[in-house]
């Protein structure tokens, strides 16, 4: 049993760059693989990055490659999605997610969600 809470969103300009924060709790968050969603307006929810467990390997949607950066603490229980050159298309509820095996693509494979946090790029 996982509980996740995001923070960090909020109004950022084209160009610029913000670090979400994912808070977890409950037993064995350390061997959780960890990742990011993000649902834009009007569109359905799509995979951002992942992370192992141990933080050793990690992975991006075609989107954001080169631009976000998934990293985890684990004796801190938080996983981090830092944003940079941030565009207005990344406007999006910004969603932390965790399971018990492993993190893709596939949005219906992820056993914990936490309530998203709201990422605002303007122009």
């Known amino acids: 049993q996982v509980q996740l809470v995001e923070s960090g969103g909020g109004l950022v300009q084209a160009g610029g760059s913000l670090r979400l924060s994912c808070a977890a709790s409950?037993?064995?968050?350390?061997?959780?693989?960890m990742g990011w969603f993000r649902q834009a307006p009007g569109k359905e929810r799509e995979f951002v990055a992942a992370?192992?467990?141990?933080?050793?390997?990690?992975n991006y949607a075609d989107s954001v490659k080169g631009r976000f950066t998934i990293s985890r603490d684990n004796t801190k229980n938080t996983v981090y999605l830092q944003m940079n050159s941030l565009k207005p298309e990344a406007t999006a509820v910004y969603y932390c997610?965790?399971?018990?095996?492993?993190?893709?693509?596939?949005?219906?494979?992820?056993?914990?969600w936490g309530k998203g946090t709201l990422v605002t790029v303007s122009s």
């Open positions: 997610a965790a399971d018990r095996l492993v993190i893709t693509p596939d949005v219906n494979g992820v056993d914990y």
């Open positions: 409950g037993r064995s968050f350390g061997r959780y693989p």
């Open positions: 992370i192992s467990w141990t933080g050793g390997s990690t």
